[in-house]
């Protein structure tokens, strides 16, 4: 059967409306729950993290009830970021770990994520049988085989121990102010207490989560907020995180921010300095820029593109080897520490970088000169598909004419919202602009 549950990251949506309706985490628990066990034996566990989303208790608990019905032991974390979930997973020797969460999206979204017991979020065949699951009758787990479930105390405080162990030993932050900016969401604990018992000054905003303002203002797609407070406190460093903190922005102590593919720069290079590298190479998707690739190329290193998403991702670097990559958003993915983006510790190696090398943070995070690049969204009606449409399909072939490999035109579906996202890369950014600005002319007379 196709998929119409799973998209790139999981099962999304708006809650309380479907898919992200108590009724369908239900469903979804018994479905994964009943994928897990289908050797039928009784001592298989999983462990459920969540953000501060207001609709994460009644997912949780519909989520709880539909897993212990066939059978599963369930572990509450609470609110703990995605990598957590990753890394507790694997630790606890879980068969299956769930993330609930919509990441960047605004709070009256939800999403639930996936991961296997070695920590890495599901691949597309297992979320597709799980899926089929869903759609069938669910067996049901004899009364006295139905699961427990318990709330596990000290998730977080694991999670931080662990986050410490990735920072160089020896190494303080001592000396350092830094801004974090947790989004009002998962990591508005952890992120502070790591960057405290690292001995830095931490400046926290963000931290104030009331199941409504998680991602509104703050965090990695509000990086102004960061941003302004860094300038107003003179601190060294800004880390802008996201809702589940699975990616990150960096401001130097100007103001100036660092997005994924600068991060991704600077570890590279320092990596390949240190012979830690695997592959020569990094993973990153189309949309990274142009500027990158030239960086790496002209070091002797490779990159390797992928479809946008960061499962996308971690599946090539787990095929080909590698041990870094990521997306220009923010996911930073160093398979070294952790199974999937993790914004604080990759904000730890860029605070690494500084206190190794005693150089400011806009030394380290301006890596090479991006080639102007232009992003832009087009909301579309559900069901509708504007990218099929011949005028739109002459729109873009005329534009790609015109670059005439003096760029590159990008044109794709989010994989999470009803968006067409148009994004192209010039030297020229008159021509950059009139580009854009004509795809998405077409794009919103076909939707």
Known sequence: MGRTLF????????ANSHPMTAEMALRLGAAAGRFFRRDGTSAHRVVIGKDTRLSCYMLENALTAGLTSTGMN???????????????????????????????????????????????KLSDEAETEIESIVAGEIPLAEPRQIGRARRIEDGRGRYVEYAKTTFPAGLRLDGLRVVVDCANGAAYRVAPEVLWELGAEVVPIGVEPDGLNINDGVGSTHVEACRDAVLRHRA?????LDGDADRVMIVDEKGRVADGDQIMALLAGRWAEQGRLKGGALVATVMSNLGLERFMAARGLALERTAVGDRYVVERMRAGGFNLGGEQSGHIVMTDYATTGDGLIAGLQVLAAMAETGEKASRLVEQFEPVPQMLKNVRYREGDDPLTRDEVRRVIEAAEGRLNGEGRVLIRRSGTEPLIRVMAEAEDEAVLREVVEGIVAAVERAA
């Open 236 to 240: 060294d460093l800004g880390i802008s």
């Open 7 to 14: 998209g790139t990251d999981g099962v999304r949506g708006r």
């Open 74 to 120: 369930v572990l509450l974390l609470g609110p703990v970021p995605t990598p957590a979930v990753g890394f507790l997973t694997r630790s606890m020797r879980a068969d299956l770990g769930i993330m609930i969460s919509a990441s960047h999206n605004p709070a009256a979204d939800n999403g639930i994520k996936f991961f296997g017991p070695d920590g890495f």
